[in-house]
C-alpha cells in the first residue's frame, strides 16, 4: 500500500521523532516501504545575519545534521529497512512538501507538535503539512 515513507525530523526536539520514528519504521517493516529521514536547517543566504557567520557555516549545518539522521538511523531503525537521509535547505513546512512530491512519496509520517506546545492540536509545521500535502499524513500525537 504504501512505498515511499516521509519522516521530517527536528532534530533539536526528540518529540518529533520518539514516537513518530518507531511508527514510520511499522508501516515500512509493514508495507516493505523505504523509509525517507529528512531534517530541515534555515537558509541564511544573504540575509542580514550571513555576514557574521563564516562562509562554510551551511556546509557544516548540513553535515551535522545528515550525521544526526544517521545516528538516529544507526540506532533506531534495523537492518531490514531501508532508509534514505536528507537535508533541506529553507522553510522547514515548504521543504517537506516540495520534497514529498519530487520523491513521490505515498505517506508522510509526522509529529503533531512539540509537548510545550500542548494548547495548539497541530503545531505550525505540522498544520500546514496536513492542509497542502497531496499525499497521506499519519499525525503521532504524544
Ligand atoms: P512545533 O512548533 O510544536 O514543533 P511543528 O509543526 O513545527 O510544531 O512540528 C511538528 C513536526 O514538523 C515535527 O514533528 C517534524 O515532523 C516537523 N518539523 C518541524 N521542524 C522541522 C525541521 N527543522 N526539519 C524537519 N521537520 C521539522
Known amino acids: 500500500m504504501y512505498?515511499?515513507?516521509?519522516l521530517p525530523i527536528d532534530l533539536n526536539h526528540e518529540s518529533s521523532w520518539r514516537k513518530a520514528l518507531p511508527a514510520a519504521v511499522a508501516v515500512c517493516k509493514q508495507f516493505k516501504a523505504n523509509l525517507h529521514l529528512l531534517t530541515v536547517?534555515?537558509?541564511?543566504?544573504?540575509?542580514?545575519?550571513?555576514?557574521?557567520f563564516p562562509e562554510n557555516h551551511q556546509q557544516?549545518?548540513?553535515k551535522n545534521a545528515l550525521e544526526g539522521?544517521?545516528?538516529?538511523?544507526r540506532e533506531h531503525v534495523g537492518a531490514d529497512v531501508s532508509v534514505q537521509h536528507m537535508v533541506g535547505v529553507g522553510?522547514?513546512?515548504q521543504i517537506i512538501l516540495e520534497t514529498a512530491k519530487d520523491m513521490n512519496a505515498d505517506l508522510i509520517v509526522l509529529a503533531a507538535h512539540r509537548p510545550e506546545l500542548?494548547?495548539?492540536l497541530l503545531g505550525p509545521n505540522a498544520s500546514r503539512v496536513v492542509r497542502h500535502a497531496k499525499c497521506s499524513?499519519?499525525?503521532?500525537?504524544e
Open 3 to 6: 512505498k515511499d515513507v516521509l
Open 41 to 52: 536547517i534555515p537558509d541564511f543566504g544573504m540575509s542580514m545575519v550571513s555576514q557574521y
Open 60 to 62: 557544516e549545518m548540513k
Open 69 to 73: 539522521l544517521h545516528a538516529l538511523s
Open 91 to 93: 522553510t522547514v513546512y
Open 118 to 120: 500542548k494548547d495548539y
Open 137 to 141: 499524513v499519519y499525525v503521532i500525537r
